[in-house]
């Protein structure tokens, strides 16, 4: 983040201090906490109007239910019932960590959370800072991505500040800086629901994982449980996205740059930039190309960019996340 963007934003929304964000959250204000894959609104979960908040402060539409963040797997039970072993085992292998578990909810659970589901989405980030937080505040904190809905999800403090810095409120709400997300694509989401877990978002735990430590295997197909996030077009910056392969980009033969160029390359490191398109970066690895996808998205908008030519990674596991958050954002356009 430049020091012009923070500039840009009025002060008293940033912290580095996890006592500024549990403050926050005990006052019922919203705290936007670092998360291991991208930064999340949050609020208490047995808040309504601070959930409600969460709403509006996002655009989101009340139907489409949050991700409650808890400090360990031991909290499982007060927002979640009929856990089989396999989530049990998942939970306990992978948290903290990007898995989130869809489970049938507790009584308890405001229906501001889970969109008037009969479901409940439960994940520990991994994050010290906001392990720090959750520890202490010893409750669940209801969070999205900290993105206007439909749009970019943000994986450091000067993306928050970019998107919601206008609506949240300094000196009472907060933005936690925790650096730059490692991992930058959202967590993996399994109904668990049913005898064997169904992957309703692809993430950073990936179906061989799920299988090995859950020791059952997902089952494919469409799930009982609606996940309304998992739109055809979402993850979309301001510039088109036009997913190619490969081979047809390094037959491209390139414009004449006559002005500033209007089209972004964002490909694996392997394949070259043709003359006249600016590159928005080039990953070596599917890791790599996860951490950078949604700051080059944004970047491409910075630029002004009209046109972001994609390659996909190949592969599995993250490689496959990255190609979900691809073609969504390309579906956009
Ligand atoms: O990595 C992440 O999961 C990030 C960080 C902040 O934890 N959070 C995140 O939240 O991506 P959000 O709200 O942008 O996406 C959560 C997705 C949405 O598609 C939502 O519909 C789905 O989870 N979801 C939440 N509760 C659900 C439930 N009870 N049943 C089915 N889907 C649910
Ligand atoms: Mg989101």
Redesign the pocket.
Known sequence: MSSADVEAHPPGLLTTDAEDALRALRAGRLAV?P????????ADATDPHAVARVYAV?G?PAD??????VASAQALPSWAVEVPDYASRLAEACWPG?L?L??P?HADVPDA???G?????V?V?DHPLTLQVLRAFDGGVA?????RFGRV?PTTAGHVLDELGDVLVPGRDVVLDGGPCT?G?????L?CTGPAPRV??P?AVDEPTVRTVGGVAVVAGP?R???????ASHYAPQARVRLVDAALLRRHPGVPPTGPPDTGVLAPADVATPLGMVRLSAPGTAAAYARVLYAALREADALDLREVLAVPPQGAGLAAAVRDRLSRAAAAG
Do not use: C, F, M, W
């Open positions: 906490l998360t291991e894959t991208v930064y999340g609104l949050g996002k989101r489409h239910p949050l991700i409650v963040h990007p989130t869809v489970l909810r959370v889970t969109g589901q009969d479901t409940v989405a994940r980030p969070a999205p991505s900290a993105n999800s991992v694509v959202e967590s993996t989401i109904d309703l978002r993430g799930s449980v609606r996940a309304p996030g998992s739109l």
